[in-house]
């Protein structure tokens, strides 16, 4: 497909997204790179996001929890293992930035325990919780879980039941979300 693509015509945007895929592997494959792009290198990264993270600012945020990330994993290490103390610390900061995903998981985290960090129900449903407040679907239904079976905490069917209904809207507004692209209009 040759020259400007008309956004306004669905069949044009269709045929532009499908050739889209095909000339950038047949590029790859011309620059003899059949896997496409650069080689992942996670200690360059690592040291990227920590940069930006200690930098503070509006990327910080994410910045942090890519951090946590590869501390989790271990793929930003020397000795390439799993530093959860580490990762704990990185997702806590990126949490009480408002970060949704590091809520998550350091309610993972204290879910299950892990090397440096405990199992901590308390400690897990305060940070589902916390990530349920920011619209994580998957927090809201850990925290529901959580009451409804009483793990950890006192069981109660009444915060179960608004938990899971909070988790089923986000979900429900989600996929509208999703639908919502039209064209032409």
């Given at each position: 497909m040759a020259g400007l693509v008309n956004f306004e015509d669905e069949e044009e945007?269709?045929?532009?997204?499908?050739?889209?895929?095909?000339?950038?592997?047949?590029?790859?494959y011309?620059?003899?790179?059949?896997?496409?792009?650069?080689?992942?290198?996670?200690?360059?990264?690592?040291?990227?996001?920590?940069?930006?993270?200690?930098?503070?600012?509006?990327?910080?945020?994410?910045?942090?929890?890519?951090?946590?990330?590869?501390?989790?994993?271990?793929?930003?290490?020397?000795?390439?293992?799993?530093?959860?103390?580490l990762a704990r610390d990185y997702y806590s900061k990126a949490c009480d930035s408002g970060f949704a995903p590091s809520c998550f998981n350091l309610s993972a985290m204290y879910l299950q325990g892990a090397p440096g960090v405990p199992k901590d129900m308390s400690r897990a449903l305060e940070y589902s919780l916390?990530?349920?407040?920011?619209?994580?679907?998957?927090?809201?239904?850990?925290?529901?879980?959580?009451?409804?079976?009483?793990?950890?905490v006192e069981k109660n069917d009444a915060k179960a039941e608004a938990l899971k209904n909070r988790a089923m809207s986000l979900h429900k507004e989600q996929q509208g979300d999703a639908r919502s692209l039209t064209f032409g209009e």
């Open positions: 945007v269709k045929e532009y997204l499908e050739n889209l895929g095909v000339e950038f592997s047949f590029q790859c011309k620059e003899k790179d059949p896997d496409g792009g650069l080689p992942a290198d996670f200690k360059t990264a690592y040291s990227c996001f920590l940069k930006s993270c200690k930098k503070g600012g509006k990327k910080s945020t994410e910045a942090c929890h890519n951090v946590g990330l590869l501390e989790h994993d271990g793929r930003g290490n020397d000795d390439e293992k799993s530093n959860a103390s916390k990530a349920c407040d920011l619209r994580h679907i998957w927090a809201c239904a850990n925290a529901s879980r959580m009451y409804k079976l009483g793990d950890g």
